[in-house]
T-cell receptor, first 111, second 114 residues
């Protein structure tokens, strides 16, 4: 089955860029997602990318996918204090099996 | 109400109590999920319901009992829980066959077993 790995912590200064990395094992993953969890809340879908794409940009968010290395990253430009949260990477294959999540990366933004 | 609503937001129960968690989705989705989120552990999938039929039970102890009476409602019945069951329980829904948007999550129920 799918296994998703993420580093647990990242600390950046306000205004800098943040890069959160994720590796996955299932090469048949068709859809890859980034979710954000703020304190006391559920998971909110931030962005997604299909496996036939290498990059996707959505305002301050840039997703990069390296299928050869099974590596996914999320870049947040001009990071703000409101971006402080836990970010989860998740993968889904075309068989509609349930999403598999990583442990999440806790992003701390220092003012 | 829109999205996925979970009640209660917080629950404290003794090990001999029986309680239920409720989830309701207003998105017209046809699949619903229970996840458990514990400190320092990945999100653990507990149960999946597609079109009201349970399609996955990931070796969850029998003290957790799900119920899906219709495609909009999902319950998790709890009885004789252990302190290690204390966690955030998240409900999610999706439209099977349209995975483009992933899952929509509720805000969760924070459960404390004393």
């Amino acid at each position: 089955g799918e296994d998703v790995e993420q580093s647990l912590f990242l600390s950046v200064r306000e205004g800098d860029s943040s890069v959160i990395n994720c590796t996955y094992t299932d090469s048949s993953s068709t859809y890859l997602y980034w979710y954000k969890q703020e304190p006391g809340a559920g998971l909110q879908l931030l962005t997604y990318i299909f496996s036939n794409m290498d990059m996707k940009q959505d305002q301050r968010l840039t997703v990069l996918l390296n299928k050869k290395d099974k590596h996914l990253s999320l870049r947040i430009a001009d990071t703000q204090t409101g971006d402080s949260a836990i970010y989860f990477c998740a993968g889904l294959n075309s068989g509609n099996t349930p999403l598999v999540f990583g442990k999440g990366t806790r992003l701390s933004v220092i003012a | 109400e829109t999205g996925v609503t979970q009640t209660p937001r917080h629950l404290v129960m003794g090990m001999t109590n029986k309680k239920s968690l409720k989830c309701e989705q207003h998105l017209g989705h046809n699949a619903m999920y229970w996840y458990k989120q514990s400190a320092k552990k990945p999100l653990e999938l507990m149960f999946v319901y597609n079109f009201k039929e349970q399609t996955e039970n990931n070796s969850v102890p029998s003290r957790f009992s799900p119920e899906c009476p219709n495609s909009s409602h999902l319950f998790l019945h709890l009885h004789t829980l252990q302190p290690e069951d204390s966690a955030l329980y998240l409900c999610a829904s999706s439209q099977v066959g349209e995975v483009f948007y992933g899952y929509t999550f509720g805000s969760g129920t924070r459960l404390t077993v004393v």
